[in-house]
Structures are given as structure tokens and as C-alpha cells.
């Protein structure tokens, strides 16, 4: 079986040949690669060939592919049981584990989180995060910014209207206008635009939702002071400020974006690292702001699969391993090769500059870094297409977006590392004789 041949035959049977939009190669041509194992910072794919893997499942693999740790945990859970549909004691001990990273994230002296809800994905953390402000202010209207994903319920899947301030427009088919006018989309980084639309709408407000370091339109990072003014905006607006840290919590820092940018969030978002590669994630909140989940409370949300004991045994294992040596090697790693595919972008004469926060980066093929969406998208970005094709020939496999973090591991050594290093000067030769379609 080749890639080619996997791809057709997913293709007959699965919409686009893949289960999540984004693993088609769509922005970057060809076909996929199919993996079939990973080991350390490896991925092999159907036709035996190995890949320095820079996606890492998107984020979660924060150890590396089947660490032993987190497999050892893994089975002596399946030897117990795929699933309950009932508590289990480790739950509770994964609440504990991810208020206590937290904990040293406070306001006004109490802990952001007290309390913590395990659901499957992160796009069901973020609809709940979303009705839960809903329920706790009386208030309909929910606060985003462009290029922000936060999963793919309805109302989350709106385009900005026409000004500063007006309400969105459907992003999707199959999403009702009524719903996405319920979401107010703003650019990134402009306080001067969320304080207009507070200005107009702030009655109706219940909440701004912000990714705590933006990493799906490539890396962006707050301006700084700008999650705080969210946070104050919101509160003295009688509305409450959701930070997701589904991409960046527990990878950032033992204590996510938050433990380097501490902010008086009201809800807090994980997913990814939380759950070690299994699906799982989770929203947390103060104790009293938690309680107005069902059953205590009138905001109902209910999961078969939340708490799934295979997936708790990961993202148990995950925190109980990623300690300071962990975040200290993946900063490194990051480090050492976000700074090499900039001195190579820039020995081939190639118009960019490195976009990193914490130990997330991208590249922006143009030289002003931009803050927002819109500065995101006037890059170069046909370069990437060439540059990932080229690395992934020299076995190093790159998101396939110029609009994605990459993502790095413990796992990655001095010898994955190197490979990486051995392929730029080759990938940024190809970005510069790219052209546009």
C-alpha cells in the first residue's frame, strides 16, 4: 500500500478521504501521508517510511509517541475496562491534578479553578464554556476574534460582519444567520474594537471567549496587557472572559499560557495535553460558577464518554510526567529550531519572520509580524506549499498549513533535532523559488 492508494481508498468511503478537514493536504497539495505507528519524535507511515514528527497530533503528544509512561497507564486501564459510563476514582484524581497546576493562577486571591468538568473534545469544552456564561449572566451574545478557532459548534463558526461592531455572519453552511448572529466577531489585539462593541451591545454580552495565546492562524501572540483589558472589559461590563487553552494548556508551562500570563479569567478551557493523545478535555471555573452545571444547577451538559477511564489514564499520566525538566527540554527544542528556520529562510533571501509564543511557532512569510487575522493573511503564504513538500521529502512532517503551530516534544533529541536542522537550508531554497498559482 502506498499514500496514494490509501488516500484513494479513503476517499470512497470517508468525505474527502479524511475524518478532519485539514489532514487532506488541501493547502498544501499531494496526498496525505497515512501513519500507521510513532515512537519518541517518529512517525511511520503505510509505505515504512519515518518522519521527524513536527505536528505531534496537533499538541497533545507533549512526551512524545508512546511514551512509556502513558502506555503503562494506558493498559493497566484497558485491562480494567474500555468504559463505565459510570465515576471512576481517577477522574477525580485528574481534577485534582489540573486544579493543582492551576492553582497558582489567582484573582483577587482565590484560584481560577476550583472546579473542573471532563467532557471528549475540545470543541464540546468550548460550547459548554459558552452556554455556562450564557446561563450565568442571563445574556446571549458571545464575543470572538477573527482567525480564533474554538472548535466547530454553530455559533462558533461565524465570519465578522461589516464594522467594528456588528454581528456575524454564518462561516459555514448548516449554520443558521440567527445563530451567528448570536457572535460578535472582532479583530485580534484591537481593545479599541472590543470597547465598541461593548459600547453597543453591552447589556447583551455574556461573554468573550479568546484563545490564550492564538495558534490557529498560525502563532499570534496577545499583545501585551491585552488578555488582562479583556478580562476587565468583560467584568465591569457584567460579562465574563472564557480563556481556551485547548491548544496551549499544560504545553505552554506546567500551568499552560495562564502560568506565564496570569489573568483573572471567569472559565478556562483544556483539551489536547490534558487527555496525552486520548480524547478528552475539560473546562474549569470557581466553585460556584461550576455549580450551575446539572445536576446542581439549571446549565445542562451530559457526555456518555466524558471521563472515559482510558483516556483519564493518559492525561493522568501526561501531568504526572510533564515536569519542570519536560517544559524545560520542549522550550529548547522549540528554540533551537524556530531560530534555525529563520536564519535559513534568511540565508535563501526569503521575505519572513519566525512567530512564536512560548514554545509555539510558525512562520509569516512577509517581514512585518503581524498581530491580527487579516495581517496573517497578507503572507506569502503559496511559499509554504514548496517548504513543506521539501522537508517532508528530507522526513520531517510539518503541519500541512502555513496556518498552524508547529508543535515539538520531550522526545525530540540531539538526533531528531539534527534532521530537522539538515533539511532546512534545501525546504528554504524551495520557498524562495516558489511562485504563485
Known amino acids: 500500500m502506498t ?20 489532514r487532506a493536504y488541501r493547502s498544501v497539495g499531494g496526498a496525505p501521508r497515512f501513519l500507521v505507528s510513532g515512537h519518541g519524535p517518529y512517525v511511520v507511515d503505510v509505505e515504512g517510511r519515518e518522519y521527524v514528527d513536527l505536528v505531534c497530533s496537533w499538541g497533545p503528544l507533549l512526551l512524545g509517541h508512546a511514551h512509556p509512561a502513558v502506555l503503562d497507564a494506558v493498559h493497566a486501564a484497558v485491562d480494567r475496562g474500555l468504559s463505565f459510563g ?20 489567582t484573582a483577587d486571591g482565590r484560584p481560577v479553578i476550583e472546579q473542573v468538568r471532563l467532557v471528549s473534545t475540545g470543541t464540546e469544552a468550548t460550547m459548554t464554556a459558552i452556554r455556562l456564561a450564557r446561563g450565568v449572566t442571563g445574556r446571549s451574545l458571545v464575543i470572538k476574534f477573527a ?54 451591545y453591552g447589556d447583551r454580552i455574556a461573554a468573550i471567549i479568546v484563545e490564550a495565546a492564538a495558534a490557529n492562524m498560525g502563532v499570534v501572540k496577545p499583545a501585551p496587557g491585552f488578555n488582562a483589558f479583556l478580562a476587565q472589559t468583560a467584568h465591569d461590563n457584567g460579562a465574563l472572559l472564557i480563556v481556551d487553552e485547548v491548544l496551549t494548556g499544560f504545553r505552554e508551562s506546567a500551568a499552560g499560557w495562564l502560568g506565564l500570563e496570569p489573568v483573572a479569567a471567569d472559565i478556562v478551557t483544556f483539551g489536547k495535553v490534558i487527555g496525552g493523545g486520548m480524547p ?15 445536576p446542581l444547577g439549571p446549565v445542562y451538559q451530559a457526555g456518555t464518554l466524558s471521563g472515559n477511564p482510558v483516556a483519564v489514564a493518559a492525561g493522568l499520566a501526561t501531568l504526572r510526567t510533564a515536569d519542570a525538566d519536560v517544559y524545560a ?29 512560548g514554545n509555539l511557532f510558525s512562520i509569516q512569510f512577509q ?22 513538500h521539501a522537508m517532508l521529502e528530507a522526513g520531517i512532517s510539518l503541519p500541512p498549513s502555513a496556518y498552524e503551530a508547529w508543535f515539538v516534544s520531550a522526545a525530540h533529541d ?10 532546512l537550508p ?12
Open 280 to 294: 478528552l478535555a475539560a473546562l474549569g471555573a470557581r466553585r460556584e460558577m461550576m455549580e450551575q452545571l446539572a
Open 147 to 200: 482567525g480564533h478557532y474554538h472548535g466547530h459548534s454553530d455559533g462558533l463558526l461565524a465570519d465578522a460582519g461589516s464594522g467594528l461592531a456588528t454581528l456575524a455572519l454564518p462561516a459555514s453552511a448548516g449554520v443558521p444567520a440567527e445563530i451567528a448572529a448570536q457572535t460578535l466577531v472582532l479583530p485580534y489585539n484591537d481593545p479599541a474594537a472590543v470597547t465598541a462593541a461593548f459600547a453597543e
Open 426 to 437: 534545501a525546504a528554504a531554497r524551495a520557498a524562495a523559488a516558489a511562485t504563485p498559482a
Open 329 to 357: 527540554r520542549v522550550d529548547d527544542v522549540a528554540a533551537t529550531i524556530s531560530t534555525a528556520v529563520d536564519e535559513a529562510l534568511s540565508a535563501a533571501g526569503v521575505e519572513h519572520v519566525i512567530s512564536r509564543a
Open 367 to 388: 517581514y512585518t509580524l503581524a498581530a491580527d487575522y487579516a495581517g496573517v493573511q497578507r503572507q506569502e503564504a503559496f511559499r509554504y506549499g514548496p517548504f513543506f
Open 86 to 105: 459510570a465515576s471512576t476514582p481517577a477522574e477525580t484524581e485528574l481534577a485534582e491534578a489540573v486544579i493543582a497546576r492551576l492553582a497558582p493562577v
Open 3 to 22: 499514500n496514494e492508494t490509501a488516500f484513494e481508498a479513503a476517499s470512497t468511503v470517508i468525505p474527502g478521504g479524511v475524518n478532519s478537514p485539514v
Open 414 to 423: 540531539d538526533a531528531a533535532v539534527s534532521r530537522v536542522l539538515e533539511a
